[in-house]
């Protein structure tokens, strides 16, 4: 339908944001009868939209969802440490063009949400750095792609 408007020149801007707002009300009842498949469609569009990196609204969501159990069996979720602390503790680090402060948000949650059960704060916050950031072969984004990868809704 999209490519027949556009092939005989009706898709325009007023067009186009009247379809956006049906698809809005779609959403909303996608989210709530197949949460999977809304997260999907939503993780796609915003990579489409800005790329490989995290905002404020998906980071946040994201880090939500982050569970671990530590050695004496006590349940963990969500955030560990809190954007401040992290750019606190990652000051005069480099980071990939691109990074924004929300991944690395994610990135280090998620690493100490892996590695909390044997390893420091500290070492964490290397660890982290190293694999997510100081990666030199790795894609742009590596911290958007590795969450999408281990998201229930890749």
């Known amino acids: 339908m999209i490519a027949n408007a ?7 801007e007023k067009a186009m944001y009247a379809g956006i707002s049906r698809v809005d009300t779609l959403l909303s009842t996608l989210e709530k009868e197949h949460p999977q498949e809304y997260w999907k469609f939503m993780r796609a569009t ?3 939209l800005y790329g490989p990196h995290y905002d404020e609204e ?9 569970h671990s159990t530590d050695k004496e069996g006590k349940q963990y979720s969500g955030a560990h440490w809190t954007i401040s602390e992290i750019e606190t ?3 005069g680090k480099t980071f990939p063009k691109g990074s924004t402060k929300h991944d690395l948000y994610v990135g280090y949650n998620s690493m100490w949400h892996d ?4 390893y420091s704060d500290a070492e ?3 660890m982290a750095y190293l694999y997510f950031f100081a990666d ?3 894609p742009s984004g590596k911290v958007w792609r590795y969450i999408n990868a281990m998201s229930n809704c890749a």
């Open 124 to 126: 964490i916050l290397d």
């Open 58 to 66: 998906f980071a946040m969501w994201d880090v939500s969802q982050m």
């Open 46 to 48: 915003h990579e489409d």
């Open 115 to 118: 590695m909390h059960k044997i």
């Open 6 to 12: 556009r092939a005989n020149g009706v898709a325009n």
């Open 136 to 138: 030199e072969d790795a």
């Open 89 to 91: 503790a990652t000051a």
